[in-house]
């Protein structure tokens, strides 16, 4: 083999590589679900976001160098209860006009098993940044790369941290618990 072709080879073998080892997929909301759940006196209060978007990028040969983005409309808040989701969205609690976007953006990534990691990343909600740490799941096959799938754990946010806090009368008669449950599970496509 001369030389010129030798190196197009090589240089069709190393994109094919490169291309293999990076991937892009997008949130699919049909088949997503990003909820919440906080106590409140005996019972939980269970909410869900229906408007949210995000990307992944996944680096098989080296998982560590994957990424993830997302962003929530706040204003996308569903609790079944209108009057209730109003106050939610308003100055007194999530301010949406001020602060209408909850998003996370990750720092590192961190392979635990074959088909689970560790996602460390900044969440800024109210204009509030924590880091937090979710631990993902795959729940599709490795070899399926047209779509992804996972299961989410992350340990409970508090309100008090993210500046999420009714008026001090509110907060005292309404025993809304400080800690909030997440419940996570993506659906993501991959990207054209």
């Known amino acids: 083999m001369k030389l010129p072709n030798l190196v197009a080879a090589a240089a069709v073998v190393s994109l094919s590589s490169a291309v293999l080892a990076n991937e892009t997929y997008r949130f699919d909301p049909s088949g997503s679900a990003i909820g919440f759940s906080v106590h409140q006196f005996l019972g939980t209060t269970h909410g869900k976001f229906t408007k949210f978007n995000g990307k992944i990028d996944v680096n098989r040969e080296h998982p560590e160098n994957s990424s993830l983005t997302a962003q929530i409309d706040v204003r996308s808040i569903d609790t079944r209860i209108k009057k209730r989701d ?18 996370f953006k990750s720092r590192s990534v961190k392979q635990t098993g074959p088909q689970s990691g560790d996602i460390l990343g900044d969440l800024t909600i109210h204009g509030v940044t924590k880091p937090i740490t979710l631990h993902v799941k795959l729940l599709t096959p490795l070899n399926d790369t047209s779509r992804t799938r996972w299961g989410i754990t992350v340990d409970p946010i508090t309100r008090r941290d993210f500046n999420l806090m009714f008026a001090p009368a509110t907060e005292t008669v309404s025993g809304i618990s400080q800690t909030v449950a997440i419940n996570i599970e993506i659906e993501a496509k991959r990207a054209e």
């Not at 109003?86 to 976007?101: C, G, I, M, T």
């Open 86 to 103: 109003d106050h939610l969205r308003s100055a007194e609690f999530f301010n949406v006009d001020k602060y209408p976007q909850i998003t």
